[in-house]
């Protein structure tokens, strides 16, 4: 979310002690994200994103958690640690079940789901079931299934070298089982961590057995081993995600003699690679992502496979504004200032379009449509600010017909509503200001405003307009204090912001027809 907009630095707060742990990330990022807020409100600009060298530690944080990977080395250690072997699911269940007593959300990141899908999914989860979930495009399927990792234990101990992560009590392969055997309590092992568990793979109509499953090695059996010999199969991502959680997106574009493939894996746990049955009892949780219409548009889910799941779950966007302004704000990459205002005006005309006879809703509005959106003003914002030398780069209401251009494409319409497209977007843009501006300035009255421009005062806004030149461009209004009020509702207090919020009140009176409105060329008179 974009911060710092005050010019002035609040007074630093002391930087929290870097301690050992599996904290030790977070701390060294928050005081990163710290320092750059202070930084940010020095220089008068808006916080927007971390610089690249803290982006770099926080995609780097598994190097700082490296201090807290257990320190037991063999089979025999762990043994006298204590440690008890868990499987997947009742890792999972624990975990659950402790941060919901605890209070704690295991579901960071996710809005809009905590009263219909979480609570689904949690009950699955508990009851150990494989999961797909269902539901148009971009409404938070794969990042919900990613949340997952967050459920394993942060460290697990593997046996070393094994090709499957097999767990020191438990080997599964012919190579581990030997080892084992031979190495006794001297067993060497390591420590995956749950990053390294969840595995995922996008489905595609070129997706193979031996991608999901495996295939015999050529190079294994030229070296002289036999081809009934389990040593000779190269394994495939679902093997690989032994004692983890394998997630495939898009799942009815697998062809359907690859679901058939995952039938053995999903029920009896086992894999067959051309006709060798390897009795392989993997450990795995499988979870799919699907958009209802492709079981009918590029393929479906078949009636076996779909019974293996042990629960469906139905997704939605998100059900209130509140919802989709905080998904805009977690998600857009951000390079100015956006005030809450357009966000909201992003929210509502996504949220109308949904809803619109003219779009085909089968295929959905995604929420990747605002955000896309606020990126796209952002960018118009940082644009102007360079070209006009504006020191502060902040989107106005204007910039909104930029992001209608281009995102029209994202779109689709009905059969016959292609060519009122642009009619129709236009609309629903105008909608949704005019529904944000009600809410925002509601108890105001604009009469002093509407009388100035009654004059033959005209006011000129536009793409390549400086905040500046538009203050000094808009009507004396005498003694009222409407300009400040307008601001004081919107929190506005730089050029930019104050340009963008009494811009936003311009437009809510064309809007009312209160006032006249010209525009073209990416300029707007009011008068």
């Known amino acids: 979310m974009v911060q710092g907009r005050n010019d002035t630095c609040p007074a630093a707060e002391p930087d929290p002690p870097i301690e050992s742990g599996s904290d030790a990330g977070t701390t060294i990022i928050a005081i990163a994200m710290k320092t750059h807020k202070r930084t940010a409100g020095r220089r008068g600009g808006p916080a927007t994103r971390l610089p690249a060298v803290f982006r770099s530690l926080s995609r780097t944080r598994r190097s700082v958690e490296e201090v807290t990977r ?94 499957l992560g097999e767990h020191p009590y438990e080997p599964i392969t012919t190579a581990s089982i030997r080892r084992a055997e031979d190495l006794g309590d001297a067993l060497p092992i390591s420590w995956r961590h749950r990053d390294d568990r969840y595995v995922e793979k996008l489905a595609t109509p070129d ?9 015999v090695d050529p190079m294994k059996v030229a070296e002289g ?9 190269h394994f495939g991502l679902v ?22 493939a995952m039938l053995n894996v999903m029920e009896e746990r086992d894999v067959q690679i051309r006709g060798y049955v390897l009795r392989l009892p993997l450990d795995v949780l499988v979870v799919a992502s699907a958009n209802p219409e492709d079981y009918t548009n590029r393929g479906r889910i078949i009636t076996p496979l779909k019974d293996r799941f042990g629960a469906e779950i139905r997704t939605h966007y998100p059900i209130e504004l509140e919802d989709e ?41 995604s929420a990747r449509f605002a955000i896309a959106g606020a990126e796209t003003i952002s ?20 910039d909104l017909e930029t992001a209608v251009d281009v995102l029209g494409g994202k779109i689709e319409f009905e059969n016959g509503e292609e060519d009122r497209a642009d009619e129709v977007l236009e609309h629903l843009l105008r909608t949704a200001t005019a529904e ?79 006032i006249s409105k010209e525009s073209g060329g990416g300029e707007a008179v009011y008068g």
């Open 70 to 163: 257990p320190d037991i080395r063999t089979v025999g250690e762990l043994r006298t640690s204590g440690h008890v072997q868990k499987t997947v699911r009742a890792e999972i269940r624990d975990n659950l079940l402790s941060a919901l007593r605890e209070g704690r959300d295991p579901w960071p990141g996710l809005h809009g789901f905590a009263t219909t899908v979480v609570p689904q999914l949690e009950r699955a989860l508990i009851a150990g079931h494989d999961v797909v979930l269902l539901g148009e495009r971009g409404q938070g399927k794969t990042r919900l299934l990613r949340t997952l990792r967050g459920l394993l234990d942060e460290w697990t101990p593997v046996i070393t070298g094994s090709e």
């Open 207 to 215: 997706t193979s057995v031996a991608d999901l499953i495996g295939d």
């Open 225 to 233: 081993r036999s081809l009934g010999d389990p040593e000779t199969i």
């Open 239 to 260: 093997p690989r995600g032994h004692r983890g959680i394998v997630a495939i997106n898009e799942l009815p574009d697998l062809a359907e003699r690859i679901q058939v």
């Open 325 to 365: 302004i905080a998904v805009i704000r977690q998600e857009a990459q951000l390079t100015a200032d956006v005030p809450d205002a357009l966000v909201e005006i992003l929210a509502r005309f996504t949220r109308a379009l949904r809803g619109s006879s003219a779009v085909d809703q089968r295929s959905g509005v």
């Open 379 to 398: 960018a118009a914002a940082v644009h102007r600010a360079a070209r006009q030398g504006e020191e502060h780069a902040v989107a106005r209401p204007i």
């Open 436 to 514: 944000t501006v009600r809410s925002r300035f509601r108890g105001l009255d604009f009469a002093v405003l509407v009388e100035a421009l009654d004059g033959g005062t005209m006011v000129t806004t536009g793409e390549q307009v400086s905040a500046r030149a538009f203050l000094e461009g808009l009507p004396s209004i005498g003694e009222s204090d409407l300009y400040d009020q307008v601001c004081e509702r919107l929190g506005a207090t730089n050029d930019g912001e104050r340009a963008g919020a009494i811009e936003l009140a311009l437009e809510g009176l064309y809007l009312a027809r209160r």
